[in-house]
């Protein structure tokens, strides 16, 4: 204060020689106490960085200027909403008062008060923080989905005291990616090389998975090539964006065809990965493509599970071959793995591409004896059935009369 009092002073004899400033930024007479005081508007403000060198009324209209700019960090009091004050309640208990004191701020944060900019520039001058406040605010903004996670990390990244490293470029283009923003992600990746950050597999995947959930194969792809471009062993997370994307694509063989690469370097790629890719052959109907992934799951050491089951045989249902499709039901029932209703409704849907109604009637009533009942979907397609047949009604008969053992012909 006292630096800022003389400083004013400086100001003062250079326009006004007759008149001096007190503590409080007030013009007034050195010869009078009863004239009216001026108010300069000097209070509070340091002077000492722009004196040498500019005119006096370059430095007025700075300051005037830094007035407006610096936003007026008001410790937040009971004037809060019942939602605000749930929010502050939740925050972490070993968060530290620094990074407290900015998350009550921005919780109860109004554009009123002036930009995040503002907010976080004031914080940075007040607070002094350090890269785990801004670490712990960054993680409890984004578990909270908060709208200005974005703009907080962004300015983040351009604080010294944020110790910036590539990760944390990662993780802006993986929020980018999350939300679809395709073109905020390829902006940011550019002003990251700018800033002399050299992309690595970790960025590159990131992009490859980006693209590969739009749906967009060919993108996925190129980023793909540039990351074997970089000479270093392809990991599992790589092979397994760009299969999927292949398999979003509607091309399974593309994505077979890297997952045999994978396995000739040992790489065993995620159980959601095969189950994605079985399930895209199982729904085209490509029995031997299905056959192939569940056989390649069970090298891998993954124990099939029901569903997985259920896609071969909805596999061979879809292509019609019911002889099969029967086969990897009974094999899925004798590894003790309980049919789910979606299974029992594949084979009703083989036996009714070749019309097989008999044979359909005595596969249920066997399921029937070992307890299994059948469930809405499997009744769907026996309804549906049925209906084409013309014998609604007599339904209930049917399957009485073969409960009984009576032939049906």
């Not at 990662?170 to 992600?185: M, P, Q, R």
């Not at 009744?379 to 013309?390: D, T």
Request: aromatic share 10%; with cysteine.
């Amino acid at each position: 204060m006292m630096g800022t009092y003389c400083n004013n002073n400086l100001v003062c004899n250079l326009y006004y020689p007759h008149c001096s400033i007190t503590h409080c930024g007030v013009l007034t007479r050195r010869d009078s106490l009863c004239q009216n005081p001026i108010y300069f508007g000097f209070h509070k403000h340091r002077f000492d960085s722009v004196l040498a060198g500019i005119g006096m009324e370059e430095i007025i209209k700075e300051v005037n200027e830094e007035n407006e700019r610096r936003f007026r960090w008001i410790e937040v009091g009971n004037n809060v909403t019942i939602e605000q004050r749930q929010a502050i309640s939740e925050l972490p208990f070993r968060m530290s008062k620094r990074s407290k004191a900015l998350m009550r701020q921005i919780i109860c944060f109004s554009a009123e008060k002036g930009t995040i900019s503002d907010l976080l520039e004031s914080w940075v001058r007040i607070m002094n923080p350090i890269r785990a406040d801004w670490l712990s605010i960054l993680k409890e903004l984004s578990i909270m989905e908060h709208p200005l996670y974005l703009e907080v990390a962004k300015y983040a990244l351009q604080e010294e005291s944020f110790e910036v490293n590539i990760r944390d470029y990662t993780k802006i283009i993986h929020y980018y990616g999350k939300h679809n923003l395709l073109e905020d992600a390829e902006n940011f990746l550019t002003l990251m090389k700018q800033r002399g950050f050299i992309y690595d597999q970790v960025i590159l995947t990131t992009m490859v998975h980006m693209y590969s959930k739009a749906g967009r194969h060919d993108q996925a792809k190129e980023y793909f090539e540039e990351i074997k471009s970089l000479g270093e062993p392809l990991d599992k997370r790589s092979y397994g964006s760009m299969i999927m994307a292949y398999i979003r694509a509607g091309m399974p063989e593309e994505g077979e065809n890297l997952l045999q690469e994978m396995e000739a370097q040992e790489i065993t790629a995620g159980s959601e990965v095969y189950k994605a890719l079985l399930r895209s052959y199982s729904m085209i109907g490509n029995a031997e493509g299905a056959q192939r992934v569940f056989d390649a799951i069970q090298l891998a050491g993954i124990t099939p599970n029901d569903k997985m089951c259920s896609l071969v045989v909805n596999a061979y249902a879809m292509a019609g071959q019911s002889q099969k499709a029967l086969i990897a039901f009974e094999n899925m029932r004798r590894a003790s793995i309980k049919p789910t209703d979606k299974c029992i409704a594949s084979v009703l849907v083989a036996y009714e591409k070749e019309s097989k109604i008999n044979t359909a009637l005595e596969f249920l009533l066997d399921l029937e004896k070992d307890g299994n009942k059948i469930g809405k979907e499997a009744s769907a397609v026996l309804a549906k059935w049925f209906r084409k047949l013309g014998v609604v009604e007599e339904v209930e008969l049917i399957l009485r009369d073969f409960a009984t053992g009576h032939q049906i012909s």
